[in-house]
């Protein structure tokens, strides 16, 4: 058994740990660490601050062109919600919000209940290799924390494509609406 200095050591420990944790884990699992040209893609389930901040995103970089992605609607954002995909409403949206109807494209997935994220990246990869574009660098738009993962999951994704191989992949990760990141334990 520790002693009772043995045992504040340890709760000193756990109290320096729950710190660290509190204030490195959201910085860590939304990285922005954009290429800032090529393509943004963009995932479509973002609510609208998040694909707001895509559009600023894209004006300000030097892209050619934006992706938007995502499977069936699941929660519409109202009744009179007319689209049957994330990637359809998100095109629809940056379309009604300035960007220029040849410059986005809709990559709609189909509704897979595990591995949306990677799926929907083999379907941007397929993509662009069916409409023949020869991109060496492109920046995704995801959610706050789900950033990480995102980038990971597109990374992976594009390093098992030989022609790809020196694609260079970036993460842009949406700041949330709904709470403060800094002081994210409180939601």
């Known amino acids: 058994m520790p002693t009772l200095s043995g045992w504040l050591v340890l709760l000193a420990c756990g109290v320096a740990a729950s710190a660290g944790a509190a204030h490195w884990l959201h910085p860590f699992l939304s990285p922005n660490r954009p290429v800032g040209r090529g393509i943004l893609v963009v995932e479509g389930?973002?609510?609208e601050q998040g694909l707001l901040q895509a559009i600023e995103h894209y004006r300000h970089g030097d892209y050619s062109?934006?992706?938007a992605t995502g499977g069936?609607?699941?929660e519409p954002w109202s009744r009179s919600d007319a689209f049957e995909t994330y990637a359809d409403r998100a095109a629809h949206f940056v379309r009604d919000h300035g960007i220029a109807a040849d410059e986005v494209v809709a990559v709609p997935s189909q509704g897979w209940r595990r591995d949306r994220t990677w799926q929907t990246a083999l379907n941007v990869r397929h993509w662009l290799a069916q409409a023949g574009l020869a991109v060496s660098a492109f920046d995704v738009v995801s959610d706050g924390p789900h950033g990480r993962r995102t980038w990971q999951l597109?990374?992976?994704a594009f390093r098992q494509e030989p022609r790809t191989a020196e694609m260079?992949?970036?993460i842009?990760?949406?700041a949330p609406a709904s709470y403060d990141p800094s002081a994210w334990?409180?939601?």
């Open 45 to 47: 389930w973002l609510g």
């Open 65 to 67: 062109r934006l992706i």
């Open 72 to 74: 069936p609607i699941t």
């Open 154 to 156: 597109y990374r992976r």
């Open 168 to 170: 260079e992949i970036g």
């Open 172 to 174: 842009l990760s949406a």
């Open 185 to 187: 334990w409180e939601t």
